[in-house]
């Protein structure tokens, strides 16, 4: 469906971008200035790409971060799920099959 829709080369790029956006935050610092923003980027690039576990702790850790969360997440918990996005994109670029299993969107 994605493929359909963007093109097997711009979705190749949108995975790779998002790796980037992965790689970046889990590294980050928990002190880091702009996390909150990092966090609601995040979130957005994961949804369009139906990472929705990552979009939906970004969410919250972007709220929490914000002072407006009512369901708080760690900056551990939000690594993990990222860490495990990050490893379904490796797969899948490394010759998995399709699109990884995390890509169904919640509701």
């Given at each position: 469906?994605?493929?359909?829709?963007?093109?097997?080369?711009?979705?190749?790029?949108?995975?790779?971008?998002?790796?980037?956006?992965?790689?970046h935050?889990?590294?980050?610092?928990?002190?880091?200035?702009?996390?909150?923003?990092?966090?609601?980027?995040?979130?957005?690039?994961?949804?369009?790409?139906?990472?929705?576990?990552?979009?939906?702790?970004?969410?919250?850790?972007?709220?929490?971060?914000?002072?407006?969360?009512?369901?708080?997440?760690?900056?551990?918990?939000?690594?993990e799920?990222?860490?495990?996005?990050?490893?379904?994109?490796?797969?899948?670029?490394?010759?998995?099959?399709?699109?990884?299993?995390?890509?169904?969107?919640?509701?």
């Amino acid at each position: 469906m994605l493929t359909t829709l963007f093109g097997r080369v711009k979705l190749d790029t949108l995975f790779d971008e998002l790796k980037v956006e992965l790689e970046h935050f889990v590294s980050s610092d928990t002190a880091s200035p702009g996390l909150a923003k990092q966090a609601q980027r995040l979130a957005s690039s994961a949804s369009m790409l139906g990472f929705g576990n990552v979009t939906k702790y970004c969410s919250r850790f972007e709220e929490a971060l914000s002072g407006y969360g009512q369901t708080p997440v760690t900056f551990d918990e939000v690594r993990e799920v990222c860490l495990a996005a990050l490893s379904e994109i490796s797969a899948r670029s490394s010759g998995g099959v399709g699109i990884p299993a995390s890509t169904v969107v919640l509701g």
